[in-house]
Every structure is written in C-alpha cells, then in structure tokens.
C-alpha cells in the first residue's frame, strides 16, 4: 500500500520511489474465497445481468451511473445506489438483441426509469 498511499499524497506529482516491484511469487499465500453477495449486492446484480445477458450488462450500466452521479450530486444517499440499480434491472427491458440501436435504447429507457428512482428517493 505504500505506492498507492505516495501517489494519494503526492498528486498531481510523483515522488521517485525507490520501492521493490511486487512479485507475486513471493508473496505469503494467496487465498480466495466466494464473494458475500449478501454484503455486496451490486456484484451480485452485475453477476446476474452478465448470466442473462441480452442488453442486461447495458441496462445495469446506466442506472448505475444514474445513481453514483446523484450521490455525488447529494441527491440521494449512498444505501440507494444499489437500490436504484435493483428497481432498474426489475422493469421489463429484456431483449436478446445485441445490436447498436437495441442497446442505446436500452440505455436510454435504463437511464429514465434510474432517474425517475433517483427524484421518488431524492433528499
């Protein structure tokens, strides 16, 4: 965590940092576990959205950048971020069509309806 910390305090410049290179071949043991979907429920949408596929992974996009740019508008509260997105990926936009313009439409109607969420549970 040193670089990413240096880099934090020192931006928009670079310290020269005379650090090792992290080689993973020396690391202690790597161990990995399956995600908590129960603490982490936007992986748990975007896991679901990939497996239906279809313009899903678009749909969730949208409403996902709806959502963070109201919470960092202070429009909502972080808790709705994922809740927004939920509400989203609930309305009926299925569709197996992978072309352009099915696409931008989803993209479209994801970011009304995301909208919509955002204003019924704005502050």
Do not use: W
């Amino acid at each position: 965590m040193r670089i990413p910390i240096a880099y934090a305090l020192s931006y928009p410049e670079r310290l020269d940092l005379a650090l090792p290179r992290l080689s993973l071949s020396k690391c202690a043991n790597l161990s990995f576990v399956e995600p908590r979907y129960d603490r982490f429920p936007a992986l748990r949408m975007a896991t679901h959205a990939l497996e239906q596929g279809g313009v899903q992974p678009a749909v969730l996009n949208a409403a996902n950048e709806v959502a963070v740019e109201a919470f960092l508008s202070h429009r909502i509260g972080f808790a709705d971020i994922a809740a927004i997105v939920a509400e989203t990926l609930a309305t009926d936009m299925a569709g197996d069509d992978l072309d352009l313009q099915a696409l931008l439409t989803a993209d479209r109607q994801a970011r009304g309806i995301a909208e919509q969420e955002v204003v019924r549970r704005g502050k």
